[in-house]
């Protein structure tokens, strides 16, 4: 069996407060902006995208990717 380390999303002093949507979003823009720059296997990226996946509600992360995909996604990535 292997052993799993569960970490949470790192202080960002960009979103101090404890309302963290903002956070969430922002992480997800830039997920998927650096996927779009850098590419699929660039490593770093997945930062954002662990960041994403802790702090946003995944009802929020499915309706994202499924307007990203009809190409009605509000954000600029």
């Known amino acids: 069996m292997s052993a799993y380390k569960m970490e949470t999303a790192p202080f960002d002093p960009r ?3 404890q309302n963290v949507t903002r956070y969430c979003y922002q992480s ?4 998927h ?3 779009k720059k850098r590419g699929e296997n660039f490593a770093p990226c997945n930062y954002f995208k662990k960041v ?3 702090m946003c ?3 929020w992360v ?3 990717d499924d307007q990203r995909e009809s190409g009605t996604f509000p954000g600029r990535i």
């Open 33 to 35: 902006r650096c996927q």
């Open 28 to 31: 997800y823009l830039d997920f």
């Open 15 to 17: 979103f101090p407060n």
């Open 52 to 54: 994403y996946k802790t």
């Open 57 to 59: 509600p995944n009802a």
């Open 62 to 64: 499915e309706k994202w």
